[in-house]
């Protein structure tokens, strides 16, 4: 899981390497991520599940950076936030698409915003329908794609405001577009894979190969209700991230 | 202007030619449309320009329509609309991105939401960038795309509400996106060219054209205030229709 920072080698291959950058894994296969500028050290760490929180903090104290933003990247139907715990603790903003009802949400944004670790650019793109506050976060030669494009799957669009539509507009505009070496970084996985890449989904991505709208959306409006699991304290979860 | 509708001939064909079309032209460019189920009559404007009004209802009556939306792709910054007028004259309601600050809007719309006109179909797709509220209307064959994009161009980001990145995600990702057979009917062209097709605009638009976002970005933010002459009437205009 660790991928530490190395020394930039050449221009292009360069800048996925020239930040640090570590993925964390609690069970049901969430996943979260803490970013950091190398020079400064200034830090964010995204998608936060509850039960990271202490690791996460472990690592930001360990390379002894200054944490700054706490990204959720949706409001999470599935798991616990840590983002109101890693609040409290630190002096780091919490940060959310401007939708998110979250009260402890500091700053709101929107697509195309930036927000910056010393040089290091997060941007952040809106890509909603498994959520309607969801935003990847685009990083050099990266991209931390939440529910909005799972390895080999997408997430689920039956939950409280996911929408059937809007996620083949994240899939067939926005996802489509981007260049094909990023490298793709989900909020889960629940097969013990860290990353694919962009391509690799492009092409074998079920969930990005439908002919039409049409047929997309009745597949996610068929498959989600009546083969997907239902969700794990989804109620509880709700509330608590909503707060 | 006038395109009436023709009888369907085969499959594909059929569809833009199906439904009532007209576009409307006033003074310094400005472009409006009037869209209608041939079947049942229901009948939508988009962008009535204060000076369309007349003309627009005009039209609605000699075909015997039943005028049920008024739709303003965005808040307009160069031109008084005829919505309020409209809705004031008709039982139609007026329609607008939820993020429109307009107090005369009935229905305020998301990316990805489709009203009927009977069977016709207008699908809306957030294309900010010129304007932060702007949709684009799709229709069968042809995409209504407000100052998303022009003939040859694009809308201008230095407005209020503007902002280049998001116009750079609107031209391309989504647009680029979007089936190149569509013919495309902008909200302004000063050079009396009544549509184009998105091929044409992909091949040659010097403005889908960039290799990248910060080019595109450094452009819009130099060519704009430096190039572009005053808007006619802004504050007046924005403060009407903003009300």
Redesign the interface.
């Given at each position: 899981m660790s991928e530490e920072a190395r020394p930039a080698k050449n221009g292009k291959k360069a800048d996925s390497t020239a930040y640090l950058f570590e993925q964390f894994r609690v069970g049901r296969g969430c996943l979260g991520y803490v970013v950091a500028d190398r020079k400064g050290g200034i830090a964010a760490v995204v998608d936060p599940e509850a039960g990271m929180v202490e690791p996460m903090l472990d690592y930001v104290f360990e390379h002894a950076l200054r944490l700054r933003y706490v990204v959720d990247t949706h409001t999470h139907a599935d798991h616990f936030s840590g983002a109101r715990e890693l609040k409290a603790k630190t002096v780091a903003k919490v940060v959310m698409h401007e939708k998110a009802p979250a009260s402890c949400v500091d700053f709101r944004i929107?697509?195309?915003?930036r927000l910056w670790l010393g040089a290091l650019p997060l941007k952040f793109?809106h890509t909603?329908g498994h959520a309607?506050d969801l935003v990847s976060v685009l990083l050099p030669g990266r991209i931390l794609s939440a529910d909005a494009l799972l390895i080999g799957s997408c997430g689920r669009t039956d939950l409280p405001n996911g929408?059937p539509?809007?996620q083949?507009?994240t899939l067939?505009?926005?996802y489509?577009?981007?260049p094909e070496e990023l490298s793709v970084y989900p909020g889960h996985d629940y097969n013990d894979r860290t990353h694919s890449t962009l391509a690799e989904e492009k092409r074998s991505n079920p969930k990005m190969l439908f002919a039409s709208e049409e047929e997309f959306v009745e597949y996610m409006e068929r498959e989600n209700p009546g083969k997907l699991s239902p969700v794990h304290q989804l109620a509880d979860a709700l509330k608590a991230n909503m707060a």
């Open positions: 929107e697509d195309g915003d793109i909603p309607k929408n539509t809007r083949y507009h067939y505009y926005i489509r577009s981007l």
